[in-house]
């Protein structure tokens, strides 16, 4: 049996026998604004579901079937960027207690996940201690069964035990078919590094290093600048470069002490369920739902891109439709289209993007399969109940610590931040006007991003032979939500004395150094040997 997300005690892949760490510091969860108060959702939990359910309701769109052609509520950010985000936080997060039964108090949470960009989720405890997770030759990783109609040819799914899991640093990144597929592309940019360097501990340590840093180096100017306005980070900058003297409200790195705070994790950082399409279309021949959709109640779809198991050997990820790498593509190609396929436009890969960051969650995610959560099925309403859970302050709250304006209710509007026509209800007439000056964080957060577009041209191939582009509305996360984000994902950096920005704050990929810009896409061409 699969299992449901979140459900396993996490942290026992990076803890000791004695569930003690074995990083050179054990995170913890601990609050960004301990003197602002919880918002008063109810005085039980009970209370806090009734309350919050109607909002939850609101939040998650009408069912949309799987499709990878255009779509109103398509943003300019590439797909697979919404799976780098998941990716990131499996390497910086490890909640061993997501149903709280423990404790309430997130100061009393363990983080085992070391809070660090260090691609712990990739290396585990290294060969030394997980030999089974490498080659013979003990540095590079192993890899599992080969697979089919992937471009370019010769991925691999990843490596596995004889019961179909993954033997890779973190189970988690076996969650779904994409991300899998990801932690498949940093083993190969690792492997094809380490094919010209010596196959000893030192060598293998200088490739780790070299990887970690380029991995860093596109969370900070690639992916962060795709999803925080250029106007909040250009508020933790000095000429250009980050500053760490900028930092006002989360600084680990002064107390040697990184922790996680719970609006980052419970809230902000949340982004990327918003993000997430009905489904994707992984290869000419497979367009696939998130989750199975039983045919009884909608167009059926009996596979999803549900994970934990062995890939579908013709699953093998086409990269040129989740990420810009260089190859010929039409914003709206339709192959049952006649007139495309009289102009031999099937030969053109359309490029699929993430959803926007706005309050809205497309219906599977409103629904989730038992074999992935347990009650309640709406992941809109487990992050709201998670947030009342912590203790979450309210959006507004956390807007005057940060001494921004604050959103007015008619400002903080549930639904699709589309262009054109939207379908909006303002945060006052949901809930009888429970939420009323007090809206829960995760909401505001996104309702902030959806009044902070920016407008992105996306190059496309009109017609065979023929460029042009499509501006595409981007929203992107606004002055609370920015601020948390960009602040925990720089202190953690300038908290570890081995990230790059500590060790070779003047480091960049050499094609940086050649006056070119180093993206996502850079990588993930390196990674399939281009």
């Known amino acids: ?31 960004m604004f301990p003197q602002v108060k919880a918002a008063d959702f109810g005085a039980n939990e009970a209370a806090w579901t009734e309350h919050l359910k109607p909002l939850a309701r609101a939040m998650v769109s ?23 985000g998941q990716f990131i936080d499996h390497d910086i997060t490890f909640d061993p207690s997501s149903s709280f039964q423990k404790a309430k108090d997130p100061n009393a949470l363990t983080d085992y996940r070391s809070p660090a960009f260090d691609l712990d989720n990739v290396y585990g405890r ?49 969650e779904n078919a994409i991300v899998s597929q990801l932690q498949g592309l940093f083993h190969r940019f690792h492997n094809r590094l380490m094919a010209d360097a010596p196959a000893t501990e030192d060598g293998f340590n200088a ?73 994707y279309r992984l290869n000419d021949a497979t367009l696939v739902p998130i989750f199975p959709v039983a045919p009884k109640d909608r167009p059926g779809f009996p596979e999803g891109l549900t994970g934990f198991r062995r890939m579908i050997s013709d699953w093998g990820i086409d990269w040129g439709r989740f990420i810009d790498v260089g190859e010929p593509r039409r914003y709206d190609a339709d192959p049952q289209d006649k007139n495309d396929q009289a102009n031999n436009l099937s030969r053109f890969k359309r490029l699929q993007f993430a959803y926007r960051l706005d309050t809205s969650l497309v219906d ?52 699709q931040a589309v262009d054109e026509n939207p379908q909006l209800q303002s945060i006052a007439a949901i809930g009888a006007g429970r939420f009323k000056g007090k809206c829960p964080l995760w909401t505001y957060i996104l309702a902030e991003a959806a009044l902070h577009k920016k407008m992105i041209d996306v190059p496309v191939a009109e017609n065979v032979g023929k460029a042009g582009s499509v501006r595409i509305g981007t929203p992107q996360l606004g002055p609370v939500g920015g601020r948390i984000v960009a ?44």
């Open 207 to 279: 490739v780790r290093r070299e990887v970690t840093f380029h991995y860093q180096y596109v969370v900070l100017h690639d992916f962060l600048p795709r999803i925080v306005s250029e106007s909040v980070l250009e508020q933790l900058q000095t000429r250009g470069r980050y500053d760490e003297k900028k930092l006002r409200y989360f600084r680990p790195q002064d107390s040697h002490d990184p922790f996680l705070p719970v609006e980052f994790s419970g809230a902000a950082y949340r982004l990327g369920h918003s993000m997430v399409r009905p489904g």
């Open 364 to 415: 599977p995610l409103g629904s989730l399969p038992a074999a992935v959560a347990a009650h309640p099925a709406s992941l809109a309403l487990r992050n709201l109940i998670r947030g009342a859970q912590l203790g979450l302050p309210s959006g507004q709250d956390v807007a005057r610590a940060l001494e921004l304006p604050v959103l007015e209710d008619k400002d903080i509007l549930i639904g």
């Open 487 to 530: 602040e925990v994902f720089l202190g953690l950096i300038f908290a570890d004395p081995l990230s790059l920005l500590r060790m070779q704050p003047d480091w960049a990929p050499p094609s940086v150094q050649g006056g070119k810009s180093y993206q996502l896409k850079d990588f993930v061409q390196f990674a399939l040997g281009k």
């Open 1 to 31: 049996m699969a299992a449901k997300h979140s459900a396993p005690i996490r942290g026992l892949s990076r803890a000791g026998a004695d569930n003690t760490s074995t990083q050179k510091f054990e995170g913890r969860f601990g609050r």
């Open 126 to 174: 290294g060969p030394g201690d997980q030999p089974y997770m490498y080659q013979a030759n003990g540095v590079s990783f192993a890899l599992g069964d080969p697979l089919q109609l992937g471009n370019p040819p010769g991925a691999h799914d990843l490596y596995r035990s004889v019961d179909g899991r993954a033997v890779i640093g973190d189970p988690r990144n076996d």
């Open 62 to 84: 009408e069912f949309d079937a799987p499709k990878d052609g255009p779509d109103s509520e398509e943003s300019g950010i590439p797909a697979l960027y919404t799976y780098l």
